[in-house]
């Protein structure tokens, strides 16, 4: 991702997403990627990762769940 090259909040970001994208794909993987639950912030740096990745099927899910738990 460019904005991981950019990145200059430190290594404290690189290593939530990477934790996020962990846990994101270990739950697509075993069906459970829905009963998970993030923050408006997390959605963003996974939906941006995943569209940069071109992972459509779990970008289609987390999208629909981004909008599920926050609907405003």
């Known amino acids: 991702m460019i904005d991981d090259f950019f990145n200059t909040g430190g290594d404290d970001e690189l290593e939530d997403i990477t934790r996020l994208v962990d846990l994101c794909l270990e739950a697509f993987n075993s069906g459970s990627l ?39």
């Open 34 to 72: 829905t009963s998970l639950r993030f923050t408006e912030e997390e959605f963003d740096l996974l939906i941006n990762h995943f569209l940069n990745e071109a992972e459509d099927q779990i970008l289609y899910d987390l999208s629909r769940m981004a909008y599920e738990q926050h609907p405003y």
